[in-house]
């Protein structure tokens, strides 16, 4: 095995369940192309064939740090690797997990089926224990991916050979971390966490897989080190539910994350336990009136547009360090959070949104995926419904919105049930967090009336708001397609504007006309941005990018991360009191 300290992406892959016994399997894999889909019955699964090619993993083969650099479609690909379990790894369950592989999975354990997975972003794992061979065993990793199908989400990544407009370079295969996890015979699944700030508690949904009946589940809680708060509760079937009572509540608040650590534990009456290491951050959000309440107060979201792509990794991040760092970017620039934009970002991204008080939404990839048809549910529910598992209990994460951009395909208008019917699902999932149905457009049933809204004059932008101040009519930029009821409105994409003084073509672009001038980039900045702050019926905006993106350069930040202007120019005009902020 390759020490750990030399891995690519080394550090544990979920931080919100940790485990100490595990096995990183980043690094080299071997790897090749399968344009023909026809590695199967050349035998490729078999522990014998070994591939020509070589690819580091977690980083897609279209990346730079993969090693390939392959850039053209790709209808399938293959990876394998060896492996040695610890001795000290005969007992209990030896687990397999992968943090995610776009789009349709098989995994072989020498030779042998253990199973497929559908859905480019979730994660997925499989028991192989029966599988395991005493000494040398053999993963091997079967991808198939068609982003020019129509029947998968595949967000922002091109149907075209080349990258244009605001779609770019494509994600194939293994792009998050894959490990091993030892576990006991029966152990603790999963668990779903709902904070209770004015009841000064914590209440927790704890899954058992195995036969657990007659033990008990314990949930002792920390903070700042010290005990807070403990609970058990008796096991008579494969979930239990305990409340937590703290003896000290503190908020989970924007820019002050105060978090508690959590440590579950299955007592058995054979001795053979299990034991889980996590976390939780004290807070609640609600709607009141035109206002987004966090903890009771009504707080403005200054949010950004964050596409999360890397010009070495494209989907993959080359470091944890460099997750924290878009972040600490955003914060610097005067944000408060972040749209995850037609990505599901990866783990470790929202546990450093948790760890530095930072809001983010939750939006699946949904672009590419044609929703003319009911037969869509079938393509996105099941890995939506994946998504709102994994990331159910950050408390950065304060609403979901699965569609972004619903255009119609074809002629053919977008088929309404599709987003109803995702909605209401999403509401039942999780009744604590405000749904949007669709960012932009064409809203059918949802919680909050958002606009994209990229009108580059600070005049007429303001005009086109100005009435609902007073009761008059509220802006609808679809008004034969989508009806306001009501709901609280933000400008969930603005601005957008063009700046790269040094681009020396036209390949790139930016909305509207590019400035003239640093000064005249600021003026109009401002100016847009000072209409959404000062507008008492609006909640929040989210501006149009952090950084560039390839040939999209209408980043404050460059691809590479490197500032445009002044950071403290953007904090200074995002930080002033909103005028809906209490």
Not at 222 to 231: C, R, T
Request: aromatic share 12%; hydrophobic share 35%.
């Amino acid at each position: 095995m390759t020490h750990l300290s030399t891995l690519p992406r080394p550090e544990y892959p979920r931080p919100d369940w940790v485990r100490p016994e595990w096995i990183n399997l980043n690094g080299q894999w071997q790897f090749e192309i399968d344009h023909g889909k026809s590695g199967k019955e050349r035998g490729y699964a078999d522990n014998s064939h070994e591939l020509p090619g070589r690819i580091t993993v977690p980083f897609c083969p279209e990346s730079k740090l993969s090693g390939v650099e392959y850039t053209d479609f790709m209808a399938a690909v293959w990876y394998k690797r060896d492996f040695t379990l610890p001795e000290n790894w005969t007992n209990g369950r030896t687990l397999l997990h992968f943090g995610a592989v776009d789009y349709m999975a098989e995994v072989w354990v020498n030779g042998v089926s253990a199973g497929l997975h559908r859905g480019g972003y979730t994660p997925f794992c499989f028991d192989i224990t029966s599988k395991l061979l005493p000494g040398r065993n053999v993963i091997a990793v079967y991808a198939e991916d068609d982003v020019r199908s129509g029947r998968q989400p595949r967000g922002k990544q091109s149907e075209k050979f080349h990258s244009h407009g605001c779609d770019y370079t494509r994600t194939t295969g293994i792009w998050q971390t894959v490990w091993l996890e030892q576990v006991p015979e029966t152990y603790l699944s999963d668990m779903k966490v709902v904070t209770d700030p004015d009841n000064a508690c914590v209440h927790l949904e704890v899954k058992v897989c195995g036969n657990a009946s007659g033990d008990t589940v314990t949930a002792a809680a920390f903070y700042d080190g010290k005990a807070v708060g403990e609970a058990s509760v008796l096991v008579s079937g494969p979930s239990v539910k305990l409340t937590v009572p703290l003896s000290e509540v503190h908020l989970w608040e924007v820019g002050n994350a105060r978090l508690y650590d959590l440590k579950l534990s299955l007592n058995r009456q054979d001795g053979k336990g299990d034991a889980v290491s996590s976390y939780f951050g004290l807070r609640t959000v609600r709607l009141d009136g035109m206002a987004f309440r966090i903890n009771n107060k009504s707080v403005f979201q200054r949010l950004v547009l964050d596409q999360g792509f890397y010009p070495d990794g494209i989907y993959t991040a080359p470091s944890d360090e460099a997750l924290r760092k878009d972040i600490e970017i955003s914060l610097g620039l005067g944000f408060n959070g972040a749209r995850l934009h037609e990505k599901m970002f990866e783990p470790r991204f929202l546990y450093w949104a948790d760890q530095l008080g930072y809001l983010v939404w939750g939006e699946h990839a949904n672009w590419g995926l044609n929703i003319t048809t009911t037969e869509a549910l079938s393509q996105f529910l099941p890995e939506w419904l994946e998504g709102m598992e994994r990331d159910y209990n950050h408390p950065a994460l304060i609403g979901w919105c699965p569609f972004n951009e619903t255009w119609d395909r074809d002629g053919v208008k977008q088929n309404n049930a599709v987003l109803q019917i995702v909605y209401e699902v999403t509401k039942r999932m999780d009744p604590t967090r405000p749904v949007i149905d669709t960012s932009g457009n064409f809203h059918v049933v949802t919680d909050i009336f958002d606009l994209h809204d990229y009108d580059q004059n600070p005049q007429t932008f303001r005009e086109r708001y100005e009435p609902m101040k007073n009761g008059g009519e509220v802006f609808n930029t679809f008004p034969n397609r989508q009806q306001y009821e009501g709901q609280p409105y933000f400008i969930s994409e603005y601005g957008g504007i063009w700046w790269n003084p040094e681009q020396k073509d036209e390949k790139s672009w930016g909305y509207g006309d590019r400035p003239t001038s640093e000064q005249a980039f600021m003026e109009r900045y401002e100016g847009l941005t000072n209409v959404l702050l000062d507008h008492p019926m609006m909640f929040g905006f989210c501006y149009t990018q952090l950084y560039d993106v390839e040939q999209e350069v209408n980043g404050l930040y460059t691809y590479d991360r490197q500032p445009k202007f002044d950071p403290a120019l953007i904090q200074r005009i995002n930080s002033r009191k909103a005028a809906i902020e209490d």
